[in-house]
């Protein structure tokens, strides 16, 4: 009874081992190699030492043998019974044997006994554990940036719980999120690799929804040039579930990079737009030439005039009144994606001939208005005191993006500034 208990301890053994090889998706070569050093990490606790085994598996059929070997010595300096043999014994085995060789004898598998089966298993869970996290990791950090889909598994508050087709887990946190995104448990995602966290050896894989890497990979799919390299995206920048700019350069002049990007009747981008969440795409042409970039990426409104501090990578651009307000864009967000774009900080003044005799520049303001509110008026194209006071209050509000407070400490101090010259 007790030789057949053994045996059926032995194949449970090594089906686990089957087991762990086909669910982690390891190799042959480095399964062995995790078997043999979990064997030997169990001899060595047993032991004290696996110096003097020899662990060899069968590949084809799991079957594993265990090999001692014993150094033989003369028979009155034996001090190592469990590693020496004296050589009188050595030569019960084979009459030849000599001093200083080495006799193996089989370690048969029921001399380990339950405990040590036990330790074995576990150990060698560990080290399969160990090597899926390894590997893990070092797979999808090479991935960052990459094109994946996965299920949603499980929804919580701050995060998403999503498996791949290989039940990798993956996670997409609300700030990765377009703002409108709802999924439900089962449905797809399409999301961008951001990074593989690692902390305590315990790999993390983040997705990202609102990444521009995003914005790339999906007109990678929709658009055929990119993906053949006819047309480079050189840009992005995305408020994600608003807006975004892109911008496309192509090598070859009968490719109208836009076009391509656009699509007929804008077949290709609505699948974009569509996934993205309705989310408005500018696509333009790119150019090294950045006042010409800069002008682009302003578009639709038309400027009259630029002004580049290439040092402090700052423009400062010059619009009809008209114009103005097509630049600034919904919330200033057309402004703040073309300074996105185009690295470089854009100022927008209102343009006029010549300032009012009794017009006064709002920077004269400095001591009693905060430089920041300042700016913000000035990006609206008011610098100075009379373009703010000619704009509804509510239009300053909204378009300059300041508190009512603020705005009425304001008109109420530059109001003040023109009742005391008229006095």
């Given at each position: 009874?007790?030789?057949?208990?053994?045996?059926?301890?032995?194949?449970?053994?090594?089906?686990?081992?089957?087991?762990?090889?086909?669910?982690?998706?390891?190799?042959?070569?480095?399964?062995?190699?995790?078997?043999?050093?979990?064997?030997?990490?169990?001899?060595?606790?047993?032991?004290?030492?696996?110096?003097?085994?020899?662990?060899?598996?069968?590949?084809?059929?799991?079957?594993?043998?265990?090999?001692?070997?014993?150094?033989?010595?003369?028979?009155?300096?034996?001090?190592?019974?469990?590693?020496?043999?004296?050589?009188?014994?050595?030569?019960?085995?084979?009459?030849?044997?000599?001093?200083?060789?080495?006799?193996?004898?089989?370690?048969?598998?029921?001399?380990?006994?339950?405990?040590?089966?036990?330790?074995?298993?576990?150990?060698?869970?560990?080290?399969?554990?160990?090597?899926?996290?390894?590997?893990?990791?070092?797979?999808?950090?090479?991935?960052?940036?990459?094109?994946?889909?996965?299920?949603?598994?499980?929804?919580?508050?701050?995060?998403?719980?999503?498996?791949?087709?290989?039940?990798?887990?993956?996670?997409?946190?609300?700030?990765?999120?377009?703002?409108?995104?709802?999924?439900?448990?089962?449905?797809?995602?399409?999301?961008?690799?951001?990074?593989?966290?690692?902390?305590?050896?315990?790999?993390?894989?983040?997705?990202?929804?609102?990444?521009?890497?995003?914005?790339?990979?999906?007109?990678?799919?929709?658009?055929?040039?990119?993906?053949?390299?006819?047309?480079?995206?050189?840009?992005?920048?995305?408020?994600?579930?608003?807006?975004?700019?892109?911008?496309?350069?192509?090598?070859?002049?009968?490719?109208?990079?836009?076009?391509?990007?656009?699509?007929?009747?804008g077949a290709r981008i609505h699948g974009i737009v569509r996934e993205l969440r309705n989310e408005n795409i500018d696509v333009i042409n790119y150019t090294p030439n950045i006042s010409l970039f800069i002008q682009r990426a302003l578009s639709p409104a038309k400027i009259s005039s630029i002004r580049l501090d290439d040092e402090a990578r700052q423009a400062s651009v010059w619009l009809r009144p008209e114009e103005v307000?097509?630049?600034?864009?919904?919330?200033?967000m057309n402004i703040r994606l073309a300074s996105m774009l185009t690295g470089y900080t854009i100022d927008v003044f209102r343009e006029t001939d010549e300032v009012e005799e009794d017009d006064i520049y709002l920077d004269e303001f400095k001591d009693e208005i905060d430089e920041w509110v300042i700016n913000a008026l000035k990006a609206i194209g008011c610098d100075t005191a009379r373009n703010v006071l000619a704009l509804?209050?509510?239009?300053?509000?909204?378009?300059?993006?300041?508190?009512?407070?603020?705005?009425?400490?304001?008109?109420?101090?530059?109001?003040?500034?023109?009742?005391?010259?008229?006095?």
């Amino acid at each position: 009874m007790a030789k057949k208990a053994v045996t059926e301890e032995r194949i449970n053994l090594v089906e686990i081992f089957s087991e762990f090889k086909e669910s982690k998706n390891i190799d042959r070569s480095t399964m062995i190699n995790v078997i043999v050093d979990s064997f030997r990490s169990v001899i060595a606790k047993m032991y004290g030492t696996d110096e003097h085994y020899d662990v060899i598996i069968n590949p084809d059929n799991g079957d594993f043998e265990i090999w001692h070997n014993k150094v033989i010595v003369e028979d009155d300096q034996l001090t190592d019974p469990d590693n020496q043999i004296t050589l009188t014994e050595a030569r019960k085995i084979d009459e030849d044997y000599e001093v200083g060789e080495e006799v193996t004898n089989k370690v048969h598998f029921s001399e380990f006994g339950r405990r040590a089966i036990l330790n074995l298993r576990q150990t060698l869970a560990s080290k399969i554990m160990e090597l899926q996290k390894e590997n893990l990791y070092n797979r999808f950090s090479e991935c960052i940036g990459q094109l994946v889909s996965a299920e949603v598994y499980q929804i919580w508050k701050k995060e998403i719980l999503l498996l791949d087709d290989e039940n990798n887990e993956m996670l997409l946190p609300k700030s990765e999120q377009i703002p409108s995104d709802f999924y439900r448990k089962g449905e797809t995602v399409r999301a961008v690799i951001e990074r593989v966290d690692n902390k305590n050896n315990n790999p993390k894989i983040i997705l990202s929804r609102t990444s521009p890497a995003f914005l790339e990979r999906l007109f990678e799919l929709e658009v055929p040039e990119i993906h053949d390299g006819l047309i480079t995206i050189k840009r992005v920048a995305r408020i994600p579930g608003e807006r975004a700019k892109i911008a496309v350069e192509s090598y070859d002049d009968r490719i109208d990079p836009v076009g391509a990007c656009v699509g007929v009747k804008g077949a290709r981008i609505h699948g974009i737009v569509r996934e993205l969440r309705n989310e408005n795409i500018d696509v333009i042409n790119y150019t090294p030439n950045i006042s010409l970039f800069i002008q682009r990426a302003l578009s639709p409104a038309k400027i009259s005039s630029i002004r580049l501090d290439d040092e402090a990578r700052q423009a400062s651009v010059w619009l009809r009144p008209e114009e103005v307000s097509l630049a600034i864009g919904k919330n200033g967000m057309n402004i703040r994606l073309a300074s996105m774009l185009t690295g470089y900080t854009i100022d927008v003044f209102r343009e006029t001939d010549e300032v009012e005799e009794d017009d006064i520049y709002l920077d004269e303001f400095k001591d009693e208005i905060d430089e920041w509110v300042i700016n913000a008026l000035k990006a609206i194209g008011c610098d100075t005191a009379r373009n703010v006071l000619a704009l509804p209050r509510e239009t300053l509000i909204e378009k300059a993006d300041l508190e009512e407070s603020t705005v009425d400490e304001v008109l109420a101090i530059l109001k003040a500034e023109f009742d005391e010259s008229e006095n």
